[in-house]
């Protein structure tokens, strides 16, 4: 199990909201728990680019984990959306970073099957970044 987020001060930070873009059952679940194990707020799992488009749009995130292959659509457009709004994210992908399109080849990637430990380092990573939520 990995530590959750704390403020710089040793306390308990409110707790980050992350957007979860996984079509897989199994897989969103797993995700799920590490983001908890993490003190994380899931908004998700969405397995659909609309559905996900929507909460990304709508919701105050503080970061989002996004399956580059949901059931044969690309999430790219809700990544879009997501760099618009200046919400850090990242990607969980079974077929490398050589899917990625050029204007994503900076964004981190995880090859599923994804270590626990990768997750949480880039969940931390990213949340570092933007001690704020994002309206």
């Known amino acids: 199990m990995s530590e959750p987020i704390a403020a ?9 909201t ?19 194990d993490l003190g994380c ?8 680019v609309a559905t996900a ?12 984990v996004l399956d580059v292959n949901l059931a044969g659509e ?3 457009p809700v990544a879009d959306l ?8 990242f990607f969980v992908t ?3 970073s050589s899917v ?9 990637s995880l090859i599923k099957p994804v270590r626990t430990k990768d997750f949480a380092a880039l969940v931390r990573t990213f949340l570092k970044q933007q001690p704020e939520p994002r309206p």
């Open 74 to 76: 690309q999430s790219f």
């Open 53 to 64: 488009l929507r909460a990304a749009r709508d919701q105050p995130l503080d970061g989002a």
């Open 8 to 16: 710089h001060d040793g306390t308990p930070a409110r707790r980050p």
């Open 82 to 89: 997501l760099q618009v709004r200046g919400v850090p994210f």
């Open 94 to 96: 079974g077929y490398g």
């Open 41 to 48: 707020t899931v908004v998700g799992p969405f397995s659909m």
């Open 18 to 36: 992350i957007l979860l873009v996984e079509d897989q059952a199994l897989v969103a679940l797993a995700f799920e728990g590490m983001l908890a």
């Open 100 to 108: 990625l399109p050029a204007a994503f080849q900076r964004v981190p």
